[in-house]
């Protein structure tokens, strides 16, 4: 990839969604809300969002609190399987779960969602042209944050699964010219209080 100025690269998946995935859930609408508030001095440009409803929403709050920023919706921005490894990619130990867990996706996101996934990486990552830093927001899903955080790191292509990113919180990745992709930040839930970050993890885990 090649390009003149940089570009910051800041990274969130949607708020909470609602039981059914349909919307957000009330805890989604305020993660969305405070992560708006917290980019409120950021220089952001520009804002993709995947075309599900709680991309959508989590965009459009974020939106709302940072006043005329465009909003683009990203087929690439959206939820699919990036890559779908071959057994011998995987850790034998635990390649018959790994493999196991995507058969259970349905096979129209596992058909279609590595294309999608060079697609990403294209529109969304490396150096841009110019000569002035770009700096651009894309609300996406888990497999997406992980797909673009392991590819900043050069990092075999089956290492996006076991990445997780919490609802609203912020990763942000930096593409110089003529320098290693640098991860500045990853899953950042400062600005979200006790409860709404507790409704980021696994009811296991508590932070």
Not at 49 to 70: E, F, N, Y
Not at 163 to 182: M, Q
Request: with cysteine; hydrophobic share 40%.
């Amino acid at each position: 990839m090649t390009g003149t100025a940089t570009r910051y690269l800041y990274l969130t998946r949607h708020g909470e969604a609602s039981p059914d995935e349909s919307e957000l859930s009330e805890n989604g609408r305020r993660q969305a809300v405070l992560l708006g508030e917290r980019l409120r001095r950021s220089p952001l440009t520009a804002i993709h969002h995947g075309p599900l409803p709680r991309a959508a929403q989590t965009a459009q709050l974020i939106r709302d609190q940072l006043g005329d920023v465009p909003l683009h919706v990203s087929e690439p921005a959206g939820d699919y399987i990036p890559h779908v490894p071959q057994r011998d990619e995987l850790p034998p130990e635990s390649a018959d779960r790994m493999l196991g867990r995507l058969a259970a996706f349905p096979a129209e996101e596992r058909e279609l969602g590595p294309g999608l996934a060079r697609e990403a990486l294209a529109r969304f990552t490396g150096p841009v042209d110019g000569d002035q830093p770009r700096h651009e927001l894309v609300v996406t899903h888990n497999f997406l944050t992980g797909w673009l955080l392991r590819a900043a790191l050069d990092a075999p292509k089956w290492r996006w699964m076991g990445l997780y990113h919490a609802n609203a919180a912020l990763t942000v990745i930096e593409y110089a010219p003529g320098r290693p992709a640098s991860v500045l930040l990853y899953n950042d839930t400062g600005h979200l209080p006790a409860e709404l970050r507790s409704a980021c993890f696994p009811p296991d885990l508590t932070v």
